[in-house]
């Protein structure tokens, strides 16, 4: 896969997580629910399919990735242990706080991922250029 197909790729899953989150807007409780669940199971099976490349090329991948994978996996984790145990309180003032939060959280995993595809950007840039020099030489 080329890094402008990678891209492409990026850019229908961004597109295809905006059309999921309008659907959600309509969707009944249960439902929500259940694509909830269904979008953790994809993450994760994609989070193990990204730590599995990146254990492979070892030593290629730039040593910042050890940080932001450590880092992002104890956010996450945080985000879920206050996620699971908000689940337990009823009372509409707790539920209403439960939605600011979540909002929060998902503003701050929109930011990240924005964060991610100008590293992203800015990676197949080098890499273009790194290949030019190299051609050139």
């Known amino acids: 896969m080329t890094l ?4 492409s790729k990026l850019a229908a899953r961004a597109k295809d997580a905006e059309d999921r989150f309008d659907a959600a807007q309509q969707d009944a409780h249960a439902k929500l629910q259940q694509d909830v669940q ?3 199971d994809s993450l994760q ?12 090329n070892r030593g290629k991948v730039a ?7 450590k880092s992002w996996d104890d956010d996450i984790a945080s985000i879920r242990r206050d996620i699971e145990s908000k689940k337990q ?6 539920a209403q706080r439960k ?6 959280d998902a503003k701050f995993a929109i930011a990240y ?9 800015y990676r197949v840039l080098d890499a273009a250029l790194a290949r030019k020099e190299a051609d050139s030489m």
């Not at 040593?63 to 994978?69: I, L, N, P």
């Not at 309180?89 to 707790?94: P, V």
Request: hydrophobic share 40%.
């Open 4 to 7: 402008s197909d990678d891209l």
């Open 38 to 40: 269904s979008a953790r």
């Open 45 to 56: 099976k994609n989070t193990d399919q990204l730590r599995e490349a990146a254990e492979a």
């Open 63 to 69: 040593a910042w990735w050890s940080g932001v994978q």
């Open 89 to 94: 309180e009823h009372d509409l003032k707790s």
């Open 99 to 104: 939605a600011d939060d979540a909002e929060e």
């Open 113 to 121: 991922a924005y964060w991610a595809v100008e590293e992203a950007e």
